[in-house]
């Protein structure tokens, strides 16, 4: 089963100016709507952001799929006082280790590890912030040949991604 890795985020405001073309409705619709369509066919890996593994558990539950076979959960252990609540209904939580006070660089073991799996086919980027950009293009190095789709209706930074595309792969 290949897998499809997720790049998701709600903007907050305070954290630079992508708040202002965000849609938040249409970020949670289009992350349930991706998750909905492919996730008997493909496993969702993504990156535990507290805005979005909540949405994933929910769907999950409400479709009745079993966790283990379809997603797959990357956190870094930096943020383990602030991990969702809906991380205890993972079983199959990929934990990387924290760089001691340094927050970029334990996101940035954790997206290597998350995104030289071999098994990703695909990229999906709907709304976020920085991160959706840094994931961007570590993704495309990691994985040329692989498909990628920026959701840009949803604003935000996907949206800055869409209005840079280059590649024949992306679309």
Not at 73 to 96: D, G, R
């Amino acid at each position: 089963m290949s897998a499809i890795f997720l790049s998701a985020s709600v903007p907050l405001v305070g954290r630079g100016t992508y708040h202002e073309t965000a849609d938040p409705f249409l970020i949670q619709c289009a992350v349930r709507e991706l998750v909905i369509a492919v996730i008997r066919q493909h496993k969702i890996v993504w990156g535990g952001h507290p805005a979005i593994t909540p949405m994933i558990w929910s769907i999950c539950e409400d479709l009745g799929v079993d966790y283990s076979q379809s997603v797959v959960l990357y956190q870094s252990t930096f943020f383990a006082e602030i991990f969702p609540e809906e991380n205890k209904h993972f079983q199959n939580v990929v934990f990387t280790d924290a760089v001691p006070n340094d927050r970029a660089a334990s996101l940035l073991v954790m997206r290597e590890k998350m995104l030289s799996r071999a098994d990703l086919s695909a990229a999906v980027f709907i709304g976020g912030m920085d991160g959706i950009e840094v994931e961007h293009k570590m993704f495309k190095e990691l994985n040329p040949q692989a498909l990628i789709l920026p959701i840009a209706s949803t604003g935000a930074a996907t949206k800055i991604v869409f209005d840079n595309l280059s590649d024949d792969n992306e679309a």
